[in-house]
Nanobody, 123 residues
Framework: QVQLVESGGGLVQAGASLRLSCAAS????????MGWFRQAPGKEREFVAA????????YYADSVTGRFTISRDNAKNTVYLQMNSLKPEDTAVYYC????????????????WGQGTQVTVSS
């Protein structure tokens, strides 16, 4: 089992940047593919980005492509989400998730989840 703790959320103005971090503990971090998802009030959880165990493959939702970058540091057991050019519609609780067998957009394939960090973008 792996435990995930997100940090780095906050309140920013449109156009600003934030970097989210997700620190993992427990099992070997490099065995897991990692994903970021978000959920806005009244909406379903949606895929944001994912990265394979080695970092060699990354995937992004169309809505964040070109603005967000997912990366990982296996030596630090941490995955990051660099968010640039933030928009009000990026406002949501952001969750990181880990999967032992899947890298992609389907949230039910991720076995472990953090508690989430709030990102609020004002216009």
């Amino acid at each position: 089992q792996v435990q995930l703790v997100e940090s780095g959320g906050g309140l920013v103005q449109a156009g600003a940047s934030l970097r989210l971090s997700c620190a993992a503990s427990g099992r070997t971090f490099s065995n897991y593919a990692m994903g970021w998802f978000r959920q806005a009030p009244g909406k379903e959880r949606e895929f944001v980005a994912a990265i394979s165990w080695s970092g060699g493959n990354t995937y992004y939702a169309d809505s964040v492509t070109g603005r967000f970058t997912i990366s990982r540091d296996n030596a630090k057991n941490t995955v990051y989400l660099q968010m640039n050019s933030l928009k009000p519609e990026d406002t949501a609780v952001y969750y990181c998730a880990a999967s032992t067998y899947y890298t992609g957009t389907y949230y039910r394939a991720y076995e472990y989840w953090g508690q989430g960090t709030q990102v609020t973008v004002s216009s």
